[in-house]
């Protein structure tokens, strides 16, 4: 597994946040922290807590998902194919059932 990129955190933060014309100021009052905080975090200066990262999802209304590794449904099969790319093709079979098997369980929870 990959190390996180706190500056690519940061940077999807940022313009989130700028997409819902937030201040960093507004950003840290609805999120209950220092404006330098907020802007150690979208510089990847700062590393945030689990409770602080779901506070900023929640209120960007953004998922983790997007917020830690920048995927959205729009770039789904982008990362999907990516993906498939590192798998030798004798185990794509395998992959594509993998991820129907983990979305029919998905869709029971």
């Given amino acids: 597994m990959e190390d996180l990129n706190y500056i690519k955190i940061g940077e999807r933060i940022k313009i989130r946040r700028k997409e819902l ?8 009052e609805l999120i209950d922290v220092s404006p330098s905080y907020v802007s150690g975090i979208e510089r990847g200066c700062s590393i945030c807590s689990l409770s602080t990262i779901t506070k ?21 099969n982008m990362i999907f194919d990516e993906i498939l790319k590192t798998i030798p093709e004798k185990n794509h079979a395998l992959y594509f059932s993998l991820c129907q098997n983990i979305a029919n369980s998905l869709k029971k929870s």
């Fill in 21 to 28: 014309k937030l201040t960093q100021e507004k950003l840290s």
């Fill in 56 to 76: 900023i999802a929640q209120t960007l209304d953004v998922s983790l998902d997007y917020l830690i590794f920048g995927m959205r449904l729009e770039n789904s």
